[in-house]
């Protein structure tokens, strides 16, 4: 057992990952169901994003799970890479044979490898849409005599630039 590090054990910190990962996984699927919006056509679509938008934030409860999910991230990530220190410490002689393929899956043996690019496409994804959001020129759309940002054309432009 390790004595350092945020938890006790090298178990708590893996039951830690399995819990983040989870909680990050749920985040992913409420994303994907929010943007799904983006699908419905014409002005009724653009009107149903930005109010989505709206409330997604403004809506105080959205606003801790927001940070529930950038700490969870950032949990997830140290933790990942303590785990993998801890666990080459360990082990500092690599086995003579060693035949992956018959213990664990071509994916557990390179998670590494796919987290860092999951945080790559976080990274940018936070940057072309979340620093915009909140930073960025945004324009503002009238819905029910309310000024609200106009998410769903700097989603849309994003996608569909026009180079005019």
Partial sequence: MSNNGLLKSSLAKKYMMALTGLF???FLVGHLLGNLQLFITGPEGAETF??????????PLIKVLSYLTYASVLFHAIDGLVLTIQNRKARPVKYVVEKGSANSSWSSRNMALLGT????????HMQHFWYVMHFGEVGHVLIGGESIKDLHTVVVDFFNPSFN
């Fill in 117 to 124: 690019i999951l945080l790559v496409f976080i990274v940018t």
């Fill in 50 to 59: 930005n109010l989505y938008a709206k409330f997604m934030t403004t809506n």
């Fill in 24 to 26: 990050l996984c749920l």
